[in-house]
């Protein structure tokens, strides 16, 4: 162990936040720094760290969220770079300045002996308790002074999402060199004295005399029962898939109509260029056409993120752990491969948590076949324009059921998946889980806002950043060179003269015998190579196809892809066994450059991501064969 340093002269203290995972850690955190957090990789590992600097400080504080942990001796990489974080074991790394220990108080019995083991380290500490008032609430009444004598150091009760306590804890943070150090605390390395000495300190400050959380456990008897608590999960997400369709159609339909009176406007006030087209037909029209998907991500990421804060989706890992068992993996992987819903990117890095390498290796490879948000613009589209909105029973319509199926069909594909790695490549034995369940909370309007709008931003940021660099590039592809000008055509026939004789055109053309039996034709095709980028922007690539083709007036994709026809047949090009083809190959296809860095990164290899990508590929093509003509068939008969 590393000697305990001086507090650090000239540059910003260094306060890191040490706790076990649903102590509250995070929800301080963001109460410190208002969330506003840098977050990048500790020196030459791939665990995530987050840090921000502490608001209203009169001096320079940076406080540093090291991952969560039940002990300093922990199995999984997270868990282990805390340690080597306390003890300066990390490259280019200082040890902190001083430590807060953050510990649930409805759980102290469990958290004294993280606080006991980073005592040990012999830096300024200060213990923060987490959750009073749910021990007030429950009957209890734990005595902070007593235990604050007992540990030798200070400690602080706090109710961080409601910030009572935080302004206390704001003072002593100004100064740290004030804290007590404990390099020693009775007993010695015994598990049995360290038992018996835990249980005594519990008893001497009230902690464990509470009265049993009823409500909890009435709540749980339903959704930890095998069958009510899956049909519970499977009710939950339907509901959500169909509040996808109702309650955005509003929003969206006036975003619609926004970017489309926005590119008419450019045509009818901008004079006629090439800027001007590439800034309606292209940028406009490109990434007008992912953002009108904005309010169905809000409503996507409202439920995920309450669902979570309120205790519900760590019940969902108890319920399916036997289901996960099935294929070779354990509960603690339905946490990451769930986090896929929203990004496939934070669901591969979450998969940190698992101590088994091969069970770790097996969900980030199978990962990606969960749906995540960049699919569900794709989904959205070609529901809303093949599917009816009919209802079935209550608020359930046929619309919402066709999403559903889709996530059922990606997740047990990535069920499927992981029992055909762990029965040949990744054999061995499944490790044990387990997972503290927290108590069920209702989360503040702001802090649910807080989270929802982070991740907002984050899918606006990509709109303006990967989608419209793609935009541009499409736009370049898709009008250059022009065919020879006709006067017998019409503006509307010379436009579609000019996409058929540009570069993006020629390389649809070139790749349309390979796709023509999964039902696409070559703007398909164009769409299915730009989206390897990232799935969303085969939205963006169609639309600036149409927009750029209609030279009278495009009038939205979703309508432009119903009413398209062959020039040649006067058949739509675009059929419900078309647009179903086309959604099994999204549930199947890696078409996600981050996803296949990120996977990479985390396996240390590029083998990996190479056989998903080349597995997936397969599965989407196969997928989408069957799915065209056996659709054809049914439709024919």
């Given at each position: 162990m590393s000697a305990a340093p001086a507090l650090a002269i000239g540059g910003p203290l260094r306060l890191a936040l040490v706790g076990s995972p649903n102590a509250g850690k995070t929800t301080l955190f963001n109460a410190l720094t208002g969330s506003s957090a840098r977050v990048g990789n500790y020196p030459g590992v791939t665990v995530e760290r987050r840090a921000g600097a502490l608001l209203g400080a009169t001096r320079p504080i940076d406080v540093l969220d090291l991952p969560g942990t039940?002990?300093?001796?922990?199995?999984?990489?997270?868990?282990?770079?805390?340690?080597?974080?306390?003890?300066?074991?990390?490259?280019?790394?200082?040890?902190?300045?001083?430590?807060?220990?953050?510990?649930?108080?409805?759980?102290?019995?469990?958290?004294?002996?993280?606080?006991?083991?980073?005592?040990?380290?012999?830096?300024?500490?200060?213990?923060?308790?987490?959750?009073?008032?749910?021990?007030?609430?429950?009957?209890?009444?734990?005595?902070?002074?007593?235990?604050?004598?007992?540990?030798?150091?200070?400690?602080?009760?706090?109710?961080g999402h409601r910030g009572v306590g935080i302004d206390q804890l704001r003072k002593f943070l100004e100064t740290p060199e004030s804290w007590p150090r404990r390099a020693t605390l009775p007993p010695a390395d015994d598990a049995t004295q360290r038992f018996a000495w835990v249980d005594q300190v519990c008893r001497e400050v009230g902690a464990g005399a509470l009265a049993p959380d009823s409500r909890t456990d009435r709540?749980?008897?339903?959704?930890?029962?095998?069958?009510?608590g899956i049909t519970v999960f499977a009710l939950v997400m339907i509901l959500l898939f169909q509040s996808i369709f109702s309650w955005a159609v509003p929003a969206m339909e006036g975003i619609d109509a926004l970017f489309r009176g926005l590119g008419h406007l450019s045509h009818a006030w901008l004079p006629a260029s090439w800027l001007t087209d590439l800034w309606s037909d292209g940028i406009l029209a490109g990434v007008g056409a992912v953002?009108?998907?904005?309010?169905?991500?809000?409503?996507?990421?409202?439920?995920?993120?309450?669902?979570?804060?309120?205790?519900?989706?760590?019940?969902?890992?108890?319920?399916?752990d036997r289901v996960m068992g099935w294929v070779g993996l354990q509960g603690r992987s339905f946490v990451p491969l769930l986090s896929c819903y929203a990004c496939a990117v934070p669901g591969i890095m979450a998969a940190r948590t698992i101590a088994s390498p091969r069970e770790r290796l097996a969900t980030i490879l199978v990962a990606p076949f969960m749906t995540c948000s960049a699919r569900l613009p794709v989904y959205t589209l070609l529901i809303a324009a093949f599917v009816p909105a009919t209802r079935l029973f209550g608020p359930i319509g046929v619309q919402g059921l066709t999403m559903f199926a889709l996530y059922v069909l990606g997740a047990l594909t990535a069920l499927g998946s992981a029992a055909l790695l762990n029965s040949t490549l990744l054999r061995g034995t499944i490790s044990v889980f387990y997972m503290e369940l927290p108590p069920y909370r209702m989360p503040t309007f702001r802090l649910l806002g807080r989270q929802v709008w982070g991740s907002a931003a984050a899918f606006v940021k990509r709109a303006g950043t990967v989608i419209l660099g793609v935009s541009v590039i499409l736009w370049v592809l898709l009008n250059f060179p022009h065919a020879p000008t006709d006067p017998a055509l019409s503006a509307e026939a010379q436009a579609q003269a000019n996409v058929n004789a540009s570069?993006?055109?020629?390389?649809?053309?070139?790749?349309?015998?390979?796709?023509?039996?999964?039902?696409?034709?070559?703007?398909?095709?164009?769409?299915?190579?730009?989206?390897?980028?990232?799935r969303e922007v085969i939205v963006a690539t169609l639309a600036q196809i149409y927009a750029v083709s209609d030279a009278n007036d495009y009038g939205g994709l979703r309508d432009a892809i119903v009413?398209?026809?062959?020039?040649?047949?006067?058949?739509?090009?675009?059929?419900?066994?078309?647009?179903?083809?086309?959604?099994?190959?999204?549930?199947?296809a890696l078409q996600c450059t981050s996803t296949i860095v990120v996977m990479a990164r985390e396996t240390g290899s590029w083998k990996w991501p190479a056989l998903a990508f080349s597995y997936m590929l397969a599965l989407a093509y196969a997928g989408s064969f069957i799915t065209y003509h056996a659709s054809r068939a049914l439709l024919a008969g």
């Open positions: 039940y002990c300093l001796d922990g199995e999984t990489p997270d868990e282990r770079i805390v340690a080597n974080v306390l003890d300066g074991r990390i490259a280019n790394e200082q040890i902190p300045d001083a430590l807060l220990v953050v510990a649930d108080a409805t759980t102290l019995q469990r958290g004294l002996g993280l606080v006991r083991e980073v005592l040990k380290r012999g830096l300024p500490t200060l213990l923060v308790v987490t959750m009073i008032d749910e021990v007030k609430a429950r009957g209890g009444k734990l005595d902070l002074m007593r235990l604050s004598r007992i540990l030798g150091i200070h400690v602080v009760g706090v109710v709540i749980d008897r339903v959704l930890l029962h095998p069958i009510a953002l009108i998907f904005l309010p169905q991500i809000l409503i996507l990421f409202t439920f995920l993120h309450f669902l979570t804060d309120v205790g519900y989706m760590a019940r969902a890992a108890f319920v399916v570069v993006a055109a020629r390389l649809g053309h070139a790749i349309e015998p390979a796709i023509a039996p999964l039902g696409f034709d070559w703007k398909i095709g164009v769409g299915l190579v730009a989206s390897l980028a990232a009413n398209d026809v062959n020039p040649a047949t006067g058949q739509r090009l675009f059929t419900l066994p078309t647009a179903l083809s086309l959604l099994v190959f999204f549930v199947f």
